[in-house]
């Protein structure tokens, strides 16, 4: 994948270019960068550390077990796990991930300090969260699956009733709730305030974010009884395990819509399709699944109203060379990191 070039501005444009770094530091410290970044070697030549492309499928290779600094990027994890157990001298891991789940259960040491890539994806993830909600909003799959049929969908077009308190069919006056709300919720709510919507969030902390009112979980059964759309991004972690379980889809309006761009461990997918097939949901639109690819089997293909998105939202870091630019400098001078793992 190409990324922006090393001098891009876009996210940290305060940042001076890496080729001011002091030529004291020693030269032998490497820095392996996945082979899907272009990264603009030519101007870091003499300065450290030394960067070395990899790839992200294979084994580490051995004259690079060296390395101080790994940068991961859709990694497999095969090879996160060869190099947690050949990369004895690594001391920093900073992934371009939002979310560092398959660097931590790789195996590397406990002392090794893991960034993630906060903040790179909020841009791509909204976008692809607004799409799914448009798209079930006004059924632009359904109008898809009649088209290749070449048939005319009548029942979705002609008179329509506006703003039908039994359905979602526009995001003008409905009710969105959040659940998961950090840096993409707050860059996708403009998004859907432009559109009418009444955003509300939910979170571990109760508070107001960006003029947004953002509720603790412990308030969950009365906020889903009002929801038109609940739209999921929460973080993939054993106590997001199942979040949308049995008991809180019953909570949702039979017409309410479930969008999940976080992480597919949040929703129990068996209870997810019995209550699509019983009709005590109106759909959903989901872009992860507990098993990645979906398995032909799951009974998610063919389940009343689900839009299937093969994990389209992120998988475009944007702002990636900035992040590691300005990490890379406060690594080498031993200050805090830009989202570290604590």
Not at 179 to 203: D, E, H, M, Y
Request: charged fraction near 25%; glycine fraction near 8%.
């Amino acid at each position: 994948m190409l990324l922006a070039r090393l001098t891009s501005r876009r996210v940290y444009s305060s940042i001076p270019k890496l080729r001011q770094i002091s030529t004291a530091t020693s030269p032998t410290m490497k820095l392996l960068y996945p082979t899907s970044l272009k990264l603009d070697v030519q101007s870091l030549e003499g300065f450290a550390p030394t960067l070395h492309p990899y790839d992200v499928k294979k084994p580490i290779p051995d004259e690079h077990t060296d390395a101080e600094i790994l940068v991961t990027w859709c990694n497999s994890a095969d090879n996160l796990k060869d190099a947690a157990k050949k990369l004895g001298n690594l001391k920093w891991i900073q992934s371009l991930a939002a979310g560092p789940n398959d660097v931590l259960n790789a195996g590397f040491k406990g002392d090794v300090k893991v960034t993630t890539g906060s903040g790179l994806h909020d841009h791509t993830v909204a976008e692809h969260a607004l799409g799914l909600l448009l798209a079930g909003a006004r059924r632009f799959d359904e109008m898809r699956d009649y088209q290749v049929q070449k048939k005319w969908p009548g029942h979705l077009g002609g008179p329509q009733p506006d703003r039908p308190k039994d359905r979602f069919t526009t995001l003008r006056d409905a009710e969105v709730l959040i659940w998961g709300f950090g840096n993409i919720a707050k860059t996708l709510t403009p998004l859907l305030t432009a559109l009418g919507a009444r955003v509300t969030g939910v979170a571990r902390s109760a508070g107001v974010r960006d003029g947004v009112e953002v509720y603790g979980e412990d308030r969950l059964p009365e906020l889903l009884r009002k929801t038109d759309a609940l739209v999921m991004i929460l973080p993939g972690s054993d106590t997001t395990l199942n979040a949308l379980n049995a008991e809180r889809l019953k909570l949702l309006p039979n017409h309410a819509w479930v969008v999940n761009v976080g992480r597919g461990t949040s929703i129990d997918e068996d209870a997810l399709v019995d209550a699509l097939e019983k009709k005590e949901i109106g759909g959903a639109a989901l872009d992860v699944f507990k098993t990645e690819p979906l398995p032909e089997s799951s009974r998610l293909w063919l389940a009343p109203n689900v839009i299937v998105s093969p994990h389209a939202a992120g998988g475009r870091p944007q702002g990636a060379e900035d992040l590691i630019t300005y990490n890379l400098r406060r690594f080498l001078a031993g200050q805090e990191l830009r989202n570290l793992v604590a």
